[in-house]
C-alpha cells in the first residue's frame, strides 16, 4: 500500500516515525509534500521517503491520501487533488474541527476515514480514534485500522466524541508529564537528582497505566490494593484529595472539551 502525506506537520511526522519504527510500512512506500520545502524536503531525504513536487502529485502517486494540514485550508486542499482521486483510492483525514458531512459538501461521495491520534504514535504507543463515511468501504476501514493498531490502540468513536477524546487522548499526554514532573520535583524536594527521580515517576506511571489496561478491575480497586489502613499511601492520597486533585483534572479536561468545541 502507497501512502502519501499532504502536510508534514509535528502529528504528520509522528505518524510517519512510528510507521517505520514498527516497520508498518516501507519508506519507499511514504510519498510526502508540504508547503514547507525547507522542512519537508530534508526529513525525507533523511528518512527515504519520496518527496513530491505538489499535492496533486502525491495523491496520484499514493493508494492513501493523508491529510494533514490545518484546519483552514483542509477542504480547498482535499478539492484540488480531487480529480488525482480515481476508483479504489481513499483519504485518511486527521484534521481536528472538519467532520466528514463537511467533507462531502465540497468533495462529494470520497472514501474518507476521520481519525484522531495522539503525539505517542511516533513511539508506537498511541490513542487513535477512527470513524469512517459511508463510502469507505469495509476493507479499507479495516486497512486503516490495522495501520493505526500497530501504533498503539484504536477505538472507534462517533464523531461527536472526538471533542472529548483530544481531552482524554489528544491533550493528556502533556497533563500526564505535568504529572510526572510533578512527582519528580517531589522527588528532589527529598534528596532524589532531577533525572534518577524523573525515571522512576515515569516507570511507575507507565507500570501503573499497564495495569489498568491488563485489570478488569477498576482503576479505584487498584487503589484499594496498593493502600493499607491508616497506611503512608492513603494519607497521601488524602494530602491530594484535599489540596483538589481530582476537581483539578476534571477541571483540566473540561477547560480542554470548552476549547475544543469553541464555548471557552
Not at 5 to 34: C, E, Q
Not at 121 to 142: H, P, S
Not at 178 to 187: L, Q, Y
Amino acid at each position: 500500500m502507497k501512502i502519501g502525506f499532504i502536510g508534514a506537520g509535528n502529528m504528520g511526522r509522528a505518524i510517519i516515525d512510528g510507521w517505520l519504527k514498527t516497520k508498518t510500512v516501507a519508506p519507499a512506500d511514504l510519498y510526502i509534500h508540504s508547503a514547507h520545502a525547507a522542512s519537508y524536503e530534508p526529513y525525507a531525504k533523511a528518512n527515504g521517503l519520496q518527496a513530491m513536487a505538489s499535492n496533486l502529485a502525491v495523491a496520484e502517486a499514493a493508494d492513501v491520501i493523508v491529510l494533514a494540514v490545518k484546519p483552514n485550508i483542509a477542504l480547498h486542499v482535499l478539492k484540488s487533488v480531487q480529480p488525482a482521486m480515481t476508483a479504489g483510492k481513499w483519504v485518511i483525514t486527521m484534521v481536528s474541527g472538519i467532520d466528514l458531512a463537511d467533507y462531502e459538501t465540497v468533495v462529494g461521495a470520497m472514501p474518507i476515514l476521520r481519525i484522531m491520534p495522539n503525539v505517542n504514535v511516533a513511539i508506537g504507543a498511541g490513542m487513535t480514534a477512527l470513524v469512517g463515511n459511508d463510502e469507505l468501504t469495509a476493507d479499507q476501514y479495516a486497512a486503516g485500522q490495522q495501520l493505526f493498531d500497530a501504533l498503539g490502540a484504536t477505538s472507534e468513536i462517533g464523531e461527536k466524541d472526538f471533542s472529548t477524546f483530544s481531552a482524554l487522548a489528544g491533550s493528556s499526554p502533556a497533563y500526564i508529564y505535568f504529572f510526572i514532573d510533578a512527582m519528580a520535583r517531589a522527588g528532589v524536594k527529598h534528596g532524589l537528582d532531577k533525572a534518577t527521580a524523573t525515571k522512576i515517576a515515569a516507570q511507575a506511571t507507565l507500570g501503573s497505566a499497564k495495569m489498568v489496561l491488563a485489570s478488569d478491575k477498576i482503576p479505584f480497586d487498584l487503589i484499594d490494593q496498593v493502600s493499607s489502613p491508616g497506611g503512608t499511601t492513603v494519607a497521601g492520597l488524602l494530602a491530594m484529595e484535599e489540596a483538589g486533585f481530582m476537581t483539578a483534572v476534571v477541571k483540566g479536561i473540561d477547560a480542554t472539551i470548552a476549547k475544543e468545541l469553541g464555548n471557552d
